[in-house]
């Protein structure tokens, strides 16, 4: 079973979307709660699935993108590990 790690970008973007649900939601748990349950699919699922994520090639090469209710994950594997590079929104609001 591969390693998960999170990168430094990868937590600055968990952080910026624990900001950003609190912002709608004012609701300091609702954030928690959510990243906590993103935290534990995408480390669930590649946990048991590596490869679940389709490949994507054309953003980096070896990585892989898995998605999470509008989030995308973008991840490599390495022999000794899984590590998630970004984490980004898929459908920004329009300006």
Not at 10 to 21: D, P, S
Not at 61 to 68: E, F, G, I
Not at 74 to 81: C, L, T
């Amino acid at each position: 079973m591969h390693k998960i790690v999170f990168s430094k970008t990868a937590v600055a973007n968990l952080t910026e979307q624990a900001k950003y649900i609190f912002e709608q939601t004012k609701n300091e748990q609702a954030a928690d709660r959510y990243l906590d349950k993103m935290k534990n699919y995408i480390i669930q699922t590649l946990s048991h699935f590596p490869k679940s994520g389709r490949p994507t090639e054309e953003l980096s090469p070896n990585t892989r993108k898995l998605v999470y209710q509008g989030y995308s994950i973008i991840y490599r594997i390495s022999e000794a590990q899984i590590e998630i590079l970004v984490i980004f929104r898929e459908n920004l609001p329009k300006l």
